[in-house]
T-cell receptor, first 111, second 112 residues
Framework: QKEVEQDPGPLSVPEGAIVSLNCTYS??????FMWYRQYSRKGPELLMY????GNKEDGRFTAQVDKSSKYISLFIRDSQPSDSATYLC???????????FGKGTRLSVIA | EAGVVQSPRYKIIEKKQPVAFWCNPI?????LYWYLQNLGQGPELLIR????????DSQLPKDRFSAERLKGVDSTLKIQPAELGDSAVYLC??????????FGPGTRLTVL
């Protein structure tokens, strides 16, 4: 079992839909959780960063962390065609250890 | 503020040839990372630098890969000799804190 599991999709939704992207993990020591967006042939871009459990909102994006279930989510409201990209979850523990990424979920928002 | 700069953006070489990638991090970022990203996968860390010092290179295949970060700013990642399985995107990232890393556009390597 990999440390971080993420459904690779692809996920296709109509414009304006609410999108839910998820990752599960096995390492209970993870405390820092991130979501990156990666457009085709570009590097990953940091979207959301949360520490420990709870919610964080930024515009149309909401990140949720449920440490009891080892489950994190990214919600996108009023999705736009420009949101079409691969979304990578990433996480790490407080120690001197690397960031661990999921495989990424490919999202297409259809106009 | 300029982001992480990488060059070249694309490189095509024949197997057994050497290849080098260059990275210029965001100004003031002491920590620099090299990642490997295969198609349909998330990035995997190859090496992490704190200033000039390589503090985590456990995933770097040292028989053919080498890296350096002279003067604690720019960094170079080299493969010699390249193999077919090295075809991937090589990403450079930098950070002030280990928890917020900023990535460059990557170098897409194709080994024929």
């Amino acid at each position: 079992q990999k440390e971080v599991e993420q459904d690779p999709g692809p996920l296709s939704v109509p414009e304006g839909a609410i999108v839910s992207l998820n990752c599960t993990y096995s390492n209970s020591a993870f405390q820092y959780f991130m979501w990156y967006r990666q457009y085709s042939r570009k590097g990953p871009e940091l979207l959301m960063y949360t520490y420990s459990s709870g919610n964080k909102e930024d515009g149309r994006f909401t990140a949720q962390v449920d440490k009891s279930s080892k489950y994190i989510s990214l919600f996108i409201r009023d999705s736009q065609p420009s949101d079409s990209a691969t979304y990578l979850c990433a996480m790490k523990d407080p120690g001197n250890t690397p960031l661990v990424f999921g495989k990424g979920t490919r999202l297409s928002v259809i106009a | 503020e300029a982001g992480v700069v990488q060059s070249p953006r694309y490189k095509i070489i024949e197997k057994k040839q050497p290849v080098a990638f260059w990275c210029n991090p965001i100004s003031g970022h002491n920590t620099l990372y090299w990642y490997l990203q295969n198609l349909g996968q998330g990035p995997e860390l190859l090496i992490r630098y704190e200033n000039e010092e390589a503090v985590d290179d456990s995933q770097l295949p040292k028989d053919r890969f080498s890296a350096e970060r002279l003067k604690g700013v720019d960094s170079t990642l080299k493969i010699q000799p390249a193999e077919l399985g090295d075809s991937a995107v090589y990403l450079c990232a930098s950070s002030l804190s280990d928890n917020e890393q900023f990535f460059g556009p990557g170098t897409r390597l194709t080994v024929l």
